[in-house]
């Protein structure tokens, strides 16, 4: 590939995060992580130098990546937050839990005779995309969003409020099969735009939220 990319720094966030109930049960998300090392992977080949900060998955990466793993929400945007002042982009592909367990057991928590419920307190979680957003500067700023409707409703939404550049958002159409919506930022500039797969092409999805002439 030619390395267009060559003196640029990229972030990549891939993967979930994890929040513990107890020492045995948690909450998280399907996140593969697939897509987050796609676009890793896509960015490195064109010369990139690649920060990946990624939940527990069962990938790997290309030993020139910079790999740093993280289990839950905070650790994620304390790993993003450590990198974020020496990069040119940020790609948020990961899927973060959006709580945390407030009553976290120290211990598996029992089944107890004649308790037929158990009440487990959440609280939100910081938002990665919308703290960097804060700060963004200069930086390109691309996020993604698994919606189950309304994509574009919804993505428009999260393109105003934090402050990205575009954001990809994934209609679950059926359990393992997503499409890709593409929303420019601003709205008027061009219309959304569908691909088939999200990981047909990685390095797609990454030109095409680079505006022309940044690189």
């Not at 910079?66 to 790609?91: G, P, Q, Y």
């Amino acid at each position: 590939p030619v390395k267009d990319l060559a003196g640029k720094r990229f972030l990549v966030t891939a993967g979930p995060t994890v929040e513990d109930i107890d020492p045995v049960r948690y909450i998280s998300n399907r996140s593969s992580g697939k897509m987050g090392f796609a676009i890793a992977e896509a960015a490195r080949a064109r010369g990139a130098e690649v920060t990946l900060v990624c939940g527990p998955v069962k990938l790997t990466c290309s030993e020139d990546i910079k790999r740093i793993d993280v289990k839950t929400t905070k650790d994620m945007l304390a790993a993003c937050e450590s990198v974020f002042d020496d990069v040119d982009v940020v790609v948020k592909a990961a899927a973060p839990a959006d709580f945390y367990v407030v009553n976290q057991s120290e211990h598996k928590m029992k089944k107890v005779p004649g308790q037929d419920q158990v009440t487990i307190e959440l609280a939100k979680n910081p938002d990665i995309i919308a703290t960097l957003g804060k700060k963004k500067g200069d930086r390109i700023l691309v996020g993604f969003a698994a919606e189950t409707r309304d994509l574009e409703t919804y993505a428009r939404e999260k393109i105003k409020t934090k402050k990205k550049k575009r954001c990809f958002t994934s209609l679950f159409c059926y359990l393992n099969h997503r499409q890709i919506v593409i929303f420019p930022y601003p709205p008027h500039t061009s219309q959304p735009h569908r691909t088939a797969s999200p990981y047909l092409s990685a390095w797609q999805y990454v030109r095409s939220s680079l505006p022309p002439g940044t690189f």
